[in-house]
Each structure stands twice: as structure tokens, then as C-alpha cells.
């Protein structure tokens, strides 16, 4: 790797803690952050203070932050010589994240894997997946005849630790703040110490090991001239009580954990374990024939959605609550259906409990209106909201913290469209992976309002159908519709007449008819299939000759090319409807003219750009990552283009998130490779749909 | 008041909560704040948009900081004319504190009393003195032919807000974030709203009055064309569970209130009663013969003194905290012996309270060496740790978290002669104002080992001792104590041979006999006079005619001439032990040199600044007003020196609050006047002696 494409942040997080330990990034901050949407603002000393006396380091950490000025009337602090590590290698893997120099490595743990059903699983196996630990792992190697001092140790401003003390610390030694977040290791070679910095500790300034005015701690390191000593550490994160307000709830791991100290404990006690787990995850993603840029692009994606995992606990069940990244929102439906071939991998249990949630406090019945007669309203039917909230905040039942009223096709006005086809696809895809009858008999009267819902904003009047959407929510007051690609041009971003909702809605319509067929419902099934084939149709109808695709929205004036009027076809596809996306099968014709619009659009004059990164529309430098990863996977599984087998882009995808996006640990929406928004992001796990790819 | 003196921070502070809403500087952040070292870094908008749309604004906030630019592509929000009041005018009292401008008032009362002792007092009174909230009256006079919006908004980057919802408002109107900070009214003028700042909700970006992922939060008030209203709210404070570590506890209004709503709801039920208390406090201070510099100094310290107190509970009982400003110490013990005055005045029990948290938790019995030969250890005996702890952290047992062992007379170093002194004399005047016989009885033994250790700190061998400290704690391993004055130069820093500690041991002796022989341990009470008599008698003598006044460290060299060299007369004066403070007494040679010593050094050649300012030590331009104020009564009330009566020093130490320190709402040390330390903190009350000045 090269010195610019092997500093950058990534998350290293315990499963459903909302909780990151944020390094990588060079002279940036980072740290352990609890429920954060960027990196903790803090600082990393990693390191060894040598028998010269140097202080070698990774620059993990900006600049240099002793606070004794703060108190001193003078300089008294001794001077040591600081060094960074100039020869630093990275190992990026999908469960571990390894860092050499020389004389010392880094191993990061961030174990992941399937989160079994709460409702059923065992105790012991829920404890093992709840624990909110990170695994470190850390060797200091001292061939020189010179003792060492190692050090692992955090800084933050507002920090003030605590040493664990004998009583409670079950043999360990480590430092904790407000019970949150701490560090232990058991290992002989380590002395607790908590100072102003790293520096005030090593020059003795005072001879308080743990001194509880410094804001920096962690463990230092015995390594005898000639020794090598590893050393392993656990992170842990622990917040108590409820967490969440309106309704209140707590974290799954408190069910299972006492607080902070029985968490180190448990994942001391448990390294063994967690390292064969992650060990086996790295060596599958390296047994897979993908190549080293979308490993990468999978192993970044992953670390980012269980950064933004939060397994809550309402006193009764488990809430599963994806939260959006930078922006905190809690388990937003547009991000849900793209996160959903993920989940439905690990554990599908979540999938569930997100659908139910939005069933039983997110749902709604809305009244609809014709844009060019806004002051008659029609009965519109089911759909659900953006969100269900953020920064832990439940929102108000039926409502998001999102959605605006007033506003015409803008950011934050309703998305009512799209979160019903959401909510659909979702849903047939849960049941058609688990096959979970029950769930689909629960489902029917839903999937029934559903269509009626998805019907009705086609048009009230059935024969004015032409299959895409063109009523609004009345929910906007007025205003329009938009899509997720909320703050793209109208290309993407307004949803009535927009192509890439209207193959979502051709998708619902197969999803829909699938489900009711399974339980029998066949009349409204095929109600649902006459709505797919009259989508299916216009879409088809509206290719456009002249300018070789279909443009982005059917309004007669959009000259757009968009990437994801192709989207659509993972939905059937994974649901193992492949007739339905074959150029032999009953949408042949639309499979075809999706086909001919992405070979016509994918070059750079409109759809890519120079250097082979994949452009949502052609209209708008603003494209999101997870989409590309969907889109790719559907180009080349589904529709088999030759150009969408590109090296080139997934080169180009990796430095987006290494340079460009460097300290924001994946980011998903880009403009010409810099990040403008969806930072700390986890909907890139779209990515790993890559992993099923013949 | 001119331009520059009306705008400062100021608290606005519940007793007990660690809370405070600190606001008042112009064009700076401030808001609500929980166990904060500083203000909050948030904006305060407090204004009303007129009938042309113009917002109108008092200045406590930082620049505009509306966050939709994060989330919308392009700037469609709607251009607002904004104008702050040019003419504010500001009335600073002891409980209340009112802005007005054209057409509104704000005035912000936060009423403090006597906190009842909760080992004896009624559950209602201590619900009543507990309740964490502060309060607002805010009234909007529309004298114009157009309706007008009024708004009182809080904003902090990383807040979101709930609007109180129907089931929990209990008829209110508000908002919250986190159950931690609300504010609530029950005016039918008011509605409750969140948005990305009062400007895009004024602007009806959207319809939703509470769009949850705003920033910004409070009420919209509805002043129709020629109406006058007046608006209450309550602004509650709440942290629930364990706050503190190591040792947990729970605040003691958890003990009272089931949570925010709860405190804002009552808050707002007792509105009158807690208004009448504010009033009657800002009556007797303006009653007072104080000059208003010296009421302004009053207010201000006791703002900061109630900012910074927790009323902890441990699950048996009340456990008082002072915390040590923007160090966030606990129970720093030489704070606690300038705040004694007005605890003692106030809430007694919290003195005790204090007394017996040191004695069981933070008092040893130590060794000591002499500084010629260090490797010599005798017997020193009992003394007690600077501190309990910081930011909520206990510190171990027999700890403080500021003392550091290895530092010869250095910032951090212990204090444990000055810490022993500091608890007899609390100790001593405790008994001395509350009569509380049990309590004395109690602390016999502690007293008379308080004693031993005095005695044996000046020489572990009776004949050698000249009544002052010559001998170091090993505790500093080998380094050498230092005083209260931490980061002065050694005139006033070092421990040993400094003569305002050996003045504080005087005053020690003198507690000390006085509580023994009420106790009929004359034998030791008689030691203890005999000790003080041998201390008196060294400073007296070491009364230098060439100087003209007593060097500030007996070693020999130092030429420093020091203010708080008079400073432990206030003890024996406060205990009413008025003949020890007489030139007549028998103690008048002391007396005497010590008038002489500062009639000598009150100018401006050693201990006044130009602007009459006061000035601790002549050798370093470095002085704590706390301090200060205490010096000022014992020069005024004891030594009755004529140049202490100064309103021209007075009004420079206003200056230095309201110019100087204007955003640190009450700083201790400054250096000519600018605040160099000691932020944001409690220990100025010293003042309120001021009020028994004959």
C-alpha cells in the first residue's frame, strides 16, 4: 500500500453497541465513541519509548495536547525526543485491521457474526454476540540490549479516568471512564497510568502512576531488553439505563452484562474465541475471487454498519435499530431496504423486527392528491415513514424525524412513495430468504393494503393507471414527493414519474404477487402482476430512440441518463424470481431496454467518470457509493455487462474512501470522489451481494 | 452601565444541581449546562420577530449557526432581516437578573436559600430547595399595529429535542433533550418547536413546528398588535442514576422528583414562591450599605458559588460537593475554608457534612522529614488530601486527585499542612457559629491529633520548635509542599516557613484550644495556646524594620511583601475570639506588626495595582480575588485600616469580573486584571463577609 491509501479511519466496533473504536486516519483525531456520528474527538498514543529515551509512536493523534500548561505557572515538564514511525505497514482484513512498524504490531479485532434470534437463541450465545468489546492485540518486539517502556493509551479533552481497583478488577489492570468506556489487559507487562500525556508519564513528572487530573490513559508496557511481549487488550463501552426517549429502552448487553468491568472481564476471558471468529471471517473474504479493492471496499462497508448497530431492549423484546450514520436517524426505511441483503445473510431476525417496528409505530393511512389539482384529495392508502426517529429520540407514532411538510420535491419532504416499496421489498425478501410462514400469513392483510396503497397512487381511477407513480402524499401539504437520492437533482430526486422508483414499484408490484400466490391469495396476486406488467410496459414504452435510454423522469422534459433505472432487478432477483428479470421471461422487453439504457450510458460521456467511478446520473456529480455497489452487482449478475466488470472503478470506489473520504470512515455520497455527505456511513454493506456473483 | 460592563456570563444556577445556564456576554456561546467546567458552547435566542419581519434578538449567541446547509443541496431558505438590540439595558441583582430593550424584558431569577438540614428537615422543604430548575419571565410589550413572534430558543450542535408530548406535559408547552435539560411554560401564548434555527422556523422552512432534527429548540410566543404578555418558563435540569464513580451516587433531587417533566412541572406550580424568595434576597442586598461594585461582586461569586455545588445522595444519605470551577475538583479543601463563610451562614450542615467526608475518607496519618535530611522519616500524624476527586470521580481512599508525590514545591505537590490547618479551622468555626456539642464532642480525638501533628510538622522534637512549619510531609517522597496559592512564585506558594500559613496555624491553635477547653481538655487546649503563642511570637519577630514589613517566607532571603499575611485573623475574629485579634490582647505585638505590615504594603510601590486594584505579593503580578475579598475584611473589619476602604479597588475588581473575565461567568486569579486560572468558579463568596462589616 501506498503512505496515501493506508492511513484513513475505520471503525472497529462491538455488534449493536452504537459504539466505535475510530482509528487509521494519520495526525487525525480518533478514539472510542459512544453513540457518535463521527469519529471521537480524541487521540491515540500507540507506541514505545525506547532505551534512548525516544518516544517512537503511531500517529494516531493530532499533535501533541498536555494540559499541564493549564495548571503550571511554568514550564516544568522535562523534554523527551517524539518520533512517528515512519515504515508503517496496514493489514486491512475483514474482521482485523493490523498495523506494523518496526519493533511493534497493532491487531484490531472487530469480530462479527450471525446475531442469533433473541426470541429463541440460547443465553450464553446472546451474551457472546452482545458483548460490547473490541480486541486488541498489542507485540512489542525488543531486540535491542536497551529496556522498553510499550504504551496503549487514549486521550480526551473532557476525560478523567479511573484505575480499575483491586475489588473489582477480577486480576485485571486497566483504566475506565465514567464506567463508559475503558480498557483492561491481563497481562503481567502492564501497569495502569492515567496523566496529562504520555509524555508527563514517561518523564516521571511526579511519581503518580495514575494521576486523575490528565485526560489521557491506558496501559504501559514492561519489555526487557531482548523480550518480545504481546500483550492483549479489551475495549469495552457500557451505557447504563434507558437510552432512548419517548420510549425508553436500554442496550440488549445490559440483559447480559453487570457493567463495564464484567464486559472486560467477559472479553478477556473470551479472546480465544473472538480471534477464531475473526479469523474465520478474514479468511473467507480472502478465499473469495473478488479482488483486492472490492475486499477492501467489503471490509470497510461491514466495519461501518455494526459502527451504526444499536440492539436496544424495550423491557419485553429486542429492538434492532440501524442508525444513519453522521446523521443518527434511527432505522431509516431507504437505507433498511438496501442494507437488507446484509441482514438477510447474518441475521434475518432484524429484518423483521425493523418491518414490525415500522408495522406496529411507523405506519400509516395518508390521503393522496393529483399535483396538477392539489385541493382534492383522494384515499391513498398504506405507507410508512422515513424514520423512526434520531439521536435516540423515537419519534412521534406515525411520524419521522425527517420528513417536512410544505415542500415541493426538496430535501426533507416526504418520501411516502418510495418508503411503501421500501417497506414491500423488504418484507418479500425477509420471507422468501427465511421462509417464515407465519410472518408471511401476519403480512397478508398489509401486502393487500399495500397494493391497493401502490395502485391508488398510480391513479385513483384504475383505468387511468399507466403503472408509475403520479399522486402525492397529501402528508406534503401540498409539495412533492422525493426519492433517498433526496439531495440530487431531479434526476433521482423527485419521486412521481421518476424511472428509478418506478422499477422499485414493478419490483413491490412481483413481491407482492408472490407472497399473496404463496398464501393463496390469488386474485389480488394477480392484480399485483397486471400493475408489474403495466409498469413494466410504460418504462419499456419510454425508452427513448433518439437518446438511447430511458430518460431519468418520465415528465417529457428530462434528458437524465441514471445508473439506477436498473436498480430495481436485484429485488425479484433475490427473491428467486429470475424469470421476471430474463430477457426470455414476461418482462423481456423491459429487461432488454434496461439492458441497451445501461451500455448506452455506462462511458464516460455519461455515466462514469475519467477514471472509471461509476456517476448515478448524468446530470449530477454527486453520486452514492452503497447505489454503485447495487448497481454493479445487478450489471453484471443480473444483466451480465461486459463494461460493469471493471478494475478500474473498483480502484477508483477504494481511493474515494481512502483518499477522498480518509477520516470519515466509509462515507456514501460523493462528488468527483470527495465526500459531501453520508459520512460514517453503513449502508455501503450493499457490497456484499458482490459475494454471490458467479 | 456602560456598553462593556452589562454584557458578562453569568450563572443561573439550581442549588445543588452541578447546572447551570450561563449566558449575559455578548456575541458568545452560553446555554444550559450540566456538570460543565465552562459555559455551554451553545447559542441563546431570545427576541421576537416584528410585524415587517424583522427578527429581532438579544446578542447571546455565537454568529448564525444553521445547520440545513448539512442536509440541503441548495440554499433554499427564505432571507430574514436579523437586527440585535442595540439598546439593552441590565439590572444584575442577587437572585435575578433582567435584560430589557425595546418592547421586552427577560429576567431570570435564580432564587437561593437556606438549605434545610435533610438529616432533619420536612420532605416538602427539601423538594423545594432541591428542585433543580431555574426561572424566566419573559415579557413581550407590542405596542405596534402588527402581530409579532416572540421566541425563547437554546441551540447546541449536537442537540436534538423532544417536544413534550400530551400524555407527560401535564398542560405544559415545551421542549426536551435527553431528559437531561428542558424548558417549559404554561402560557396559552406559547408553542413548543424545534427546527434548524429560530430562523428557518420563523420562515416556515416546512410546515412542522417540531422538526426533530433541528438544533434549535423552545417556545414561539403570540403577541398580538398592541398586547402585552408575560411568559413564565421553568428551565429544568435532570441527570438520573449513578453519577458519580468509584463511589456511586445519585443527585439528591432523584430523591424528589421522578424526572424532567416532574421538575419542570413543579417548577412551574411554585413559580410565585420561588419569585418571592429571588426578591427577597435582591432586597436585603440592595438594603445593604455596600457600595454596588462591591453588591455586583456579592452576586456575581454567589452565582458561581451555586454553579458549582452537587447535593449528592449516597443511599443513606446527603452528600454535599463543591466543586472546584473549571477543575471540576471535589471538596478542594482549601476552598472550602474561604467558602466556609458563607456555608456557615447558609446551610451549616453542608460544613459537617464535608468535615466528616474528609475524616472517613480523605484524613491519614502521614510521616515527615526534615528538607536538611531527607532520608530521615519521624512521626508526623493526622492531615487530609486536597480533594475528594474530579469530574465525578471519587478519588481512592486517603487520595486527592490533584497531589503528586516527587515535586519539590511545585504545582501539584501535596498540601498537606495547609489541608490540616483548613479542617481545624472549619472545624473550629463550625463549632464555633452552629454550638453543635455533639459534633465537638465527636471530634475530640481528631483535634488533639490534629494538634500532635501541627506540633510535630514545626519540629518532632519539642525544643526545637519555633511555632511554625519547617518540617515536609513524606507524602511529597523527598519533595517539598506548597499552599492554596499553588501557581504563585514561592512568596506566597511554598509551605514551609511561608507566614500566611503560619498564620493559619496560629488561627489553628487558637480553634483548637478553644474547642478543647470547651470540651475540658485544658492540658491540651493549653499545648495549643502555648504553640500559638510561640507562632505569634516568630512572626513577630521576623518583623523586618529595613523592609518595613514581615518577608513572605521566613528562609532567610525572600524580600516579598504579602497581602495575605493578616489573612487567618478572620478565623479567631469569626469565632468571636475577638481578644486574640487585638492590639491589647495577648497576642497585640502580632497584631500590631501585622497593621504595620500591611498599612507598609498597601500602595502601589508593593501591593496595589495602579487602578487600586489589590495585589497578594508584591513579587509576582498574580492574584485571586477570592482572596482578595477576604483580606479587604480583615484589614476593614479587624485591622480597621483606613486604605483598605477603597471604592476605587472595588470597582476595579468589578472590572476584572465584567471586563476582564466576562466569559468566564466569576474567575479567581487574574494577572492585572486578565483571568489567567480559576475559571467559572465558586470560591469568591468570601465576599459575603462583606455584609457583617460594622
Redesign the interface.
Known amino acids: 500500500m501506498q503512505h496515501n491509501q493506508q492511513f484513513f479511519h475505520a471503525h472497529h466496533s462491538p455488534m449493536g453497541a452504537l459504539a466505535s473504536f475510530t482509528f487509521g486516519e494519520h495526525g487525525d483525531h480518533g478514539g472510542m465513541g459512544l453513540e457518535l456520528g463521527a469519529p471521537y474527538e480524541g487521540n491515540i498514543f500507540i507506541g514505545y519509548q525506547d532505551g534512548d529515551g525516544v518516544v517512537n509512536s503511531f500517529p494516531f493523534y493530532k499533535g501533541a495536547n498536555d494540559q499541564s500548561e493549564?495548571?503550571?505557572?511554568k514550564d516544568?515538564s522535562s523534554t523527551l525526543t517524539e518520533r512517528t514511525f515512519s515504515e508503517v505497514e496496514r493489514d486491512y482484513r475483514w474482521a482485523s485491521d493490523t498495523f506494523s512498524a518496526p519493533g511493534i504490531s497493532l491487531k484490531v479485532l472487530s469480530p462479527f457474526f450471525d446475531i442469533p434470534d433473541p426470541a429463541l437463541a440460547q443465553h450464553q450465545l446472546l451474551k457472546q454476540a452482545s458483548c460490547p468489546a473490541v480486541y486488541v492485540e498489542l507485540t512489542l518486539d525488543n531486540t535491542s540490549d536497551k529496556d522498553w517502556t510499550g504504551f496503549f493509551a487514549l486521550q480526551g479533552e473532557?476525560l478523567?479516568?479511573?484505575k480499575l481497583?483491586d475489588g473489582d478488577a477480577n486480576g485485571m489492570v486497566g483504566v475506565?471512564c465514567?464506567?463508559n468506556i475503558g480498557l483492561a489487559s491481563n497481562s503481567k507487562h502492564t501497569r495502569a497510568f492515567s496523566h496529562f500525556s504520555v509524555q508527563s508519564a514517561l518523564s516521571?513528572?511526579?511519581?503518580?502512576e495514575c494521576?486523575?487530573?490528565g485526560p489521557t490513559a491506558g496501559v504501559m508496557i514492561d519489555v526487557k531488553a531482548g523480550e518480545k511481549v504481546t500483550v492483549r487488550l479489551a475495549l469495552g463501552f457500557y451505557l447504563?439505563?434507558?437510552v432512548t426517549?419517548?420510549r425508553a429502552m436500554q442496550y440488549y448487553y445490559t440483559q447480559h452484562f453487570t457493567g463495564l468491568n464484567d464486559v472486560l472481564a467477559y472479553a478477556l476471558r473470551h479472546y480465544d474465541s473472538y480471534a477464531a471468529i475473526a479469523e474465520r471471517a478474514d479468511k473467507e473474504l480472502l478465499a473469495s475471487s473478488l479482488n483486492a479493492h472490492q475486499q477492501y471496499l467489503i471490509a470497510h462497508a461491514t466495519r461501518s454498519y455494526y459502527g451504526s448497530t444499536q440492539w436496544l431492549f424495550d423491557g419485553t423484546q429486542s429492538v434492532w435499530v440501524v442508525n444513519e450514520g453522521e446523521?443518527?436517524?434511527m432505522n431509516t426505511l431507504d437505507l433498511t431496504v438496501d442494507m437488507l441483503f446484509f441482514e438477510l445473510k447474518k441475521n434475518p431476525w432484524t429484518v423483521k423486527n425493523t418491518l414490525e417496528q415500522f408495522l406496529t409505530q411507523y405506519s400509516f393511512y395518508d390521503e393522496i392528491f393529483d399535483p396538477a389539482n392539489p385541493e382534492l384529495n383522494f384515499s391513498g392508502g398504506l405507507s410508512f415513514t422515513h424514520d423512526m426517529?434520531?439521536?435516540?429520540?423515537w419519534?412521534?407514532k406515525g411520524e419521522s424525524?425527517?420528513e417536512?411538510?410544505?415542500?415541493d420535491r426538496?430535501?426533507?419532504s416526504h418520501m411516502t412513495y418510495e418508503q411503501l416499496t421500501n417497506w414491500v421489498l423488504c418484507c418479500g425478501l425477509y420471507i422468501s430468504k427465511t421462509e417464515d410462514r407465519a410472518f408471511a400469513t401476519e403480512q397478508r392483510g398489509t401486502l393487500i393494503d399495500g397494493l391497493q396503497s401502490l395502485l391508488n397512487r398510480d391513479n385513483p381511477e384504475p383505468a387511468l393507471r399507466d403503472g408509475i407513480m403520479s399522486f402525492e402524499s397529501a402528508r406534503t401539504?401540498q409539495g412533492g414527493e422525493i426519492t433517498t437520492y433526496d439531495?440530487?437533482?431531479h434526476s433521482l430526486g423527485q419521486a412521481r414519474g421518476n424511472i428509478y422508483l418506478a422499477g422499485k414499484s414493478w419490483a413491490a408490484y412481483l413481491a407482492i404477487a408472490e407472497v399473496l400466490n404463496q398464501l393463496g391469495e390469488t386474485e389480488h396476486a394477480a392484480i399485483a402482476l397486471q400493475a408489474a406488467k403495466r409498469c413494466a410496459d410504460k418504462l419499456t414504452e419510454s425508452f427513448d430512440q433518439e437518446l438511447g435510454y430511458v430518460p431519468a423522469v418520465l415528465d417529457g422534459h428530462s434528458k437524465s441518463a441514471i445508473i439506477p433505472a436498473i436498480e430495481a432487478l436485484v429485488y425479484p432477483y433475490q427473491m428467486g424470481l429470475t424469470e421476471a428479470v430474463s430477457e426470455t421471461g414476461p418482462y423481456a422487453s423491459y429487461i432488454k431496454i434496461l439492458k441497451s439504457h445501461l451500455k448506452y450510458v455506462l462511458n464516460d460521456e455519461y455515466c462514469l467518470y475519467p477514471d472509471g467511478a461509476w456517476k448515478l446520473s448524468s446530470t449530477a456529480d454527486?453520486s452514492w457509493a452503497s447505489k454503485i455497489f447495487l448497481n454493479q452487482y445487478v450489471a453484471r449478475e443480473i444483466l451480465n455487462i461486459p463494461e460493469a466488470f471493471s478494475v478500474e472503478a473498483d480502484a477508483a470506489h477504494q481511493r474515494w474512501q481512502t483518499e477522498g473520504a480518509s477520516k470519515h470512515a466509509c462515507c456514501d455520497q460523493f462528488s468527483s470522489g470527495k465526500p459531501i455527505?453520508s459520512l460514517y456511513y453503513p449502508r455501503c454493506v450493499t457490497n456484499i451481494l458482490w459475494l454471490d456473483e458467479k
Open positions: 493549564r495548571y503550571v505557572q516544568d473532557e478523567r479516568w479511573n481497583l475506565t465514567r464506567n516521571k513528572m511526579g511519581n503518580n494521576f486523575m487530573l447504563d439505563g434507558n426517549f419517548n446523521y443518527l436517524m426517529g434520531v439521536s435516540n429520540n419519534s412521534p424525524s425527517y417536512m411538510a410544505g415542500l426538496l430535501c426533507f401539504e439531495s440530487l437533482d454527486n455527505g
